[in-house]
């Protein structure tokens, strides 16, 4: 026996806890109308999990809480437990992986409580669960939420009124097919939540595609920019080493030019105030001043020879005058006169040289003369002329010296010349030198000028090296500055294009580096290697996923044969019992399921068209679930083959045949029937009674009834009432009072 015990308290019309005990293949509950029967039933309904309240005849869950009687209050939970027997270990938890819940247990004791808030609780032997626990539980021993194992009351032709889809998932559940349903559903939800998954990835990885793409281009940058880096650290190493040197060496250069040329300019000047000094101009006027000077000297003395000369000629007259005066005549007047008349031209040529000279006095003068001489008589004189004569002699003398004299002074004049002809060469020679010094002490000061302004350029160029320090610390580092002590070598050619060319690319680099714009490069670069290495995991998951939904897939898609290559074989078998069954109470006749497909047009109609992709979805969807179960029949004797058209007595026949063949392919561990025999006559009644009994060797049967056939066939009978406290009441009894009691 599966089922060994229902345990009750404050469910429905059940205020007292009350225990039914099913250890006899067939339990009858039997009592009066309203006494809480059918109460017992929906309780085996609730504690399975019922969820839909309606088929426990109540609005709410609270509705299921004893509502309290004049006695007895109000109740605040309403607590069913059901018991099974576990000992050959028929209960599995395929899907729930709680390592807490073990089932390794001789038995299972599932309960359920309702809250008058309407929350409920579940319990597995005691700990809590979920409903979904409960759920794969009992299917896992072919008892499904469907119920087709309870059959309530006016039931007894739930399968013939059922729709074909409803009559499916009944017979899968009798099949125990349940569990591949729950397996499937668990894999789709699973393969869903994956694709979720991916969709979810696959959209990261197209948000991050962009910002990749940005973070490459920047990398790629940073990368070309530190290229360009390190060339401009080559660069600037050989630019500033060369600059330094060159401004170095023309540093000293210039300083050392600089002096030489000082030096040489104040040689220039020196010699040139010397030259100054030794004016050769002034020795050539003195030299002139001299022979003029001696000229004129010169000419005194021939002025003196000449009156000497004269003097000699008036002695040599007075001698001649002499020796004429000593004979008679003229002679003696004549001599004295022209020697008169000399003296007297004399006396005029000295007045006319000394400006005085007056016509008029000259002749007064020279009447004086005449008259004086008239008055005196030409008388012979008797003179001595030695004294004339030695006159002469120191006269001559005289004028040799002076002779020999202006000789000198000649010569003299002769020398001044030469030398003023060599003083004019000099001073010529000088002339050129001057000129020269001039033009070299010119030719120095422009040369310092130049030298100057060189110096201002070099300083320029040590100011701008500055700066060039300054920025390349900025863009390369502050390495570069040990540059600054590198040693100059004054040897090294500089080429001063090649330093401006140098200079000129290390520009362009920094211009290029400033249009990449710097900064944040670590920054860029650890985002790109993070972004990366983000997508990259994504990418590998997305290929996880991938093969997991090919997995899922492939998992449902076995589940799904299998659950349809069962359902079929499934099929086959229930038709034979069906037959038979039906064959034994109809006394003839056939009776069979068919697989049908059922109708499209209602759901698509009420699919929106519009959305193409939720149709595709659903028409896929539908066509798994578009299988039915239609039941043909013919009764015998009668032409009967539709459903409708059957009695209310063969629709439960029909019913409960078809009941019972379910039972027989695949036996749930027991079932639970709620006055399905109340359609029958007693005829019926009978054969309802022996397939009871048949059916009771596979499974343990609950029957509520009213019909005494059907409670002559119980084992053990529980007879409920409804006290004068409005509670039910259970006791068990004997078959007869059972008869009382039903009555
Ligand atoms: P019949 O033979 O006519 O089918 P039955 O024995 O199956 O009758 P039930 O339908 O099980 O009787 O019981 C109905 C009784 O249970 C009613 O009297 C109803 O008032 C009572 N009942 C239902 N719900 C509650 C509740 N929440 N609290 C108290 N009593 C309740």
Do not use: C, W
Not at 160 to 180: D, V
Not at 524 to 533: G, M, P, Q
Not at 712 to 733: K, M, P
């Amino acid at each position: 026996m599966t089922l060994k015990r229902l345990e009750m308290h404050g469910f429905k019309s059940f205020a007292k806890r009350a225990v039914f005990d099913f250890s006899a293949p067939v339990t009858s509950i039997v009592g009066p109308n309203g006494s809480g029967k059918s109460n017992v039933v929906e309780a085996i309904r609730f504690v399975l999990g019922e969820q839909s309240t309606k088929s426990m005849r109540s609005k709410t869950g609270a509705d299921l809480i004893f509502k309290g009687s004049k006695q007895i209050g109000k109740m605040s939970r309403a607590m069913v437990a059901i018991t099974f027997d576990n000992s050959k270990r028929i209960f599995s938890l395929p899907s729930v992986d709680d390592q807490n819940l073990s089932l390794d247990f001789d038995e299972i004791t599932i309960s359920r409580e309702v809250f008058a808030d309407g929350a409920n609780k579940y319990t597995l032997n005691g700990n809590d669960v979920r409903l979904k626990d409960i759920h794969e539980l009992i299917a896992s021993v072919n008892i499904g939420s469907s119920g087709h194992h309870i059959i309530s009351q006016g039931e007894a032709d739930r399968l013939l009124n059922s729709k074909p889809a409803e009559r499916r998932e009944m017979l899968e559940e009798s099949l125990g097919l349940k569990l591949y349903h729950y397996r499937i559903k668990e894999g789709e939800r699973k393969l869903e939540k994956t694709r979720e998954h991916v969709r979810e990835a696959e959209s990261i990885r197209r948000e991050l595609a962009p910002h990749i793409k940005f973070l490459k281009k920047q990398v790629e940058k940073i990368e070309k920019a530190r290229e360009i880096e390190i060339a401009l650290v080559s660069a600037y190493e050989k630019y500033l080493v060369e600059e330094q040197s060159a401004i170095a060496r023309k540093q000293f250069a210039s300083e050392k030019e600089k002096k030489n040329l000082e030096t040489d300019l104040l040689m220039v000047e020196d010699r040139m105030a010397h030259i100054a000094e030794s004016s050769a101009v002034d020795s050539v006027s003195h030299l002139e001043t001299e022979i003029a000077r001696v000229r004129s000297e010169i000419r005194n003395l021939a002025r003196n020879r000449d009156d000497i000369g004269r003097q000699i000629g008036r002695v040599e007259g007075m001698i001649e005058a002499a020796k004429m005066a000593t004979k008679p005549g003229k002679v003696g007047v004549s001599t004295v006169s022209l020697l008169d008349i000399e003296n007297l031209a004399d006396e005029f040529e000295a007045l006319a040289k000394n400006g005085g000279f007056d016509l008029h006095q000259a002749i007064a003068k020279l009447r004086a003369y005449i008259t004086d001489k008239k008055g005196s008589p030409a008388e012979p004189i008797q003179v001595d002329t030695s004294e004339f004569e030695s006159s002469k002699s120191e006269l001559e003398t005289q004028i040799a010296e002076i002779d020999h004299k202006t000789g000198a002074l000649e010569q003299q004049i002769k020398t001044i010349e030469i030398q003023v002809a060599e003083s004019r060469k000099l001073s010529q020679d000088s002339e050129r030198t001057k000129y020269e010094l001039s033009a070299k002490r010119n030719e120095i000061a422009s040369r310092i000028a130049i030298l100057v302004n060189e110096e201002s350029h070099v300083a320029e160029r040590i100011e701008n090296l500055k700066s060039e320090y300054v920025q390349a610390e900025a863009l390369v580092g502050s390495g570069i500055l040990d540059l600054k002590s590198r040693f100059v070598n004054h040897d090294v050619e500089i080429n001063e294009s090649a330093i401006r060319q140098n200079h000129h690319e290390i520009e362009r680099m920094k211009i290029r580096l400033e249009d990449m714009g710097g900064g944040g490069s670590g920054d860029v670069l650890a985002e790109h290697d993070e972004t990366v290495s983000r997508d990259a995991f994504l990418e590998r998951e997305i290929n996880d996923l991938y093969s997991a939904i090919a997995t899922l897939e492939s998992t449902i898609k076995e589940l799904k044969e299998k659950l349809q290559g069962e359902f079929k074989t499934g099929i086959v078998k229930i038709n034979r019992e069906f037959e038979t069954f039906f064959k034994l109470m109809f006394g003839g006749g056939e009776a069979k399921l068919a697989v049908v497909d059922i109708e499209k047009r209602k759901r698509k109609a009420s699919t929106d068209e519009t959305d193409e992709e939720v149709a595709e979805d659903i028409e896929e969807d539908e066509q798994e679930k578009e299988q039915g179960i239609d039941i043909d029949v013919s009764l015998p004797r009668k032409k009967v083959k539709d459903l409708e058209m059957l009695s209310g007595g063969e629709r439960s026949l029909t019913s409960i045949a078809l009941l019972f063949a379910l039972s027989q392919v695949n036996p749930p561990p027991f079932l639970v029937l709620d006055e399905t025999d109340a359609a029958l006559d007693e005829a019926n009644s009978q054969k309802y009674g022996d397939m009871i009994e048949n059916l009771a060797r596979q499974t343990q049967l609950v029957v509520v009834t009213h019909n005494r056939e059907t409670m002559s066939r119980a084992n053990i009978l529980y007879g409920v009432t409804l006290g004068s406290d409005d509670a039910s009441t259970l006791l068990s009894i004997k078959f007869e009072e059972a008869v009382k009691v039903a009555k």
